[in-house]
């Protein structure tokens, strides 16, 4: 049976990029969300992740439940909080902090979670999750309490992404954080990918098609995009796939 995560890993192998549209429900209307989903569906997005640092109960789920109304993408959730698991998701990046050293998001919250994603039936994918510095506070560092490391401390960065590797974690997420002044830099992208033997995601401050290129030629395989679009949804247009391209023709 095909997951989430041996879909990812096949497409590497076949020098195929991935790009998730990041949905923050605390930034979007469910009745505008057929839409969005539209364009979605319309350009090049390979997954839909569905989070954010702060979530009131319930707004996931109904972000959920009225993207599956739109899109066959699959759906992974990418929590701040327990409160924000719902098993209308297909997967979940269960995320660990590791450039944190705040237990809550190390240990302590993974363990609150488990009776729901038992019953849940969501394919869980453990996921090392690194803050790197992109030069203003982000609403990960004001909730997790923790700092990111600095983008000029690449060696701690390639070691703390390979660390989370040889603890089990099957991706490992370099993060600028969400409306960062800049993304994380190629030089770091590229290192890393060097030394690692999972998957890598990059997301936070890519707003043009060129830091979207230069984020994949960089290594990273799944790039994540979310203010861009909640910026001006004008973006869609730069990364339309090729096949509506030509329906539109």
């Given amino acids: 049976m095909d997951t989430i995560y041996n879909n990812i890993k096949s497409a590497i192998k076949e020098n195929k990029k991935l790009l998730a549209v990041l949905i923050d429900p605390d930034k979007v209307k469910v009745e505008n969300l057929g839409k969005f989903t539209q364009k979605i569906n319309q350009s090049i997005a390979t997954h839909i992740f569905v989070g954010g640092s702060t979530v009131e109960e319930n707004e996931t789920e109904n972000v959920v439940v009225e993207l599956k109304k739109h899109t066959k993408l699959p759906i992974i959730l990418f929590p701040g909080d327990v409160i924000q698991i719902t098993d209308k998701a297909d997967g979940i990046l269960f995320l660990s902090l590791i450039s944190g050293r705040n237990p809550d998001y ?31 506070e982000t609403s990960v560092e004001c909730v997790s309490k923790t700092k990111p490391i600095a983008n000029d401390n690449i060696e701690t960065i390639i070691n703390t992404a390979k660390a989370g590797e040889y603890l089990g974690q099957k991706l490992i997420y370099l993060e600028a954080g969400s409306g960062a002044t800049h993304p994380v830099n190629g030089n770091i ?61």
Avoid at 106 to 135: D, M, Q, R, W
């Fill in 106 to 136: 190390l240990i302590v919250k993974h363990v609150e979670a488990v009776p729901k994603l038992f019953k849940s039936g969501l394919e869980v994918i453990p996921t090392g999750y690194i803050l790197i510095e992109n030069g203003k």
């Fill in 189 to 249: 992208i590229s290192e890393v990918k060097k030394r690692l033997g999972v998957p890598l995601i990059v997301g936070g401050g890519i707003r043009t098609k060129e830091a979207l290129d230069l984020a994949y030629n960089s290594g990273a395989d799944l790039v994540v995009i979310g203010t861009a679009f909640e910026e001006d949804e004008r973006f869609f247009e730069d990364i339309k796939s090729p096949l509506s391209a030509k329906a539109d023709i």
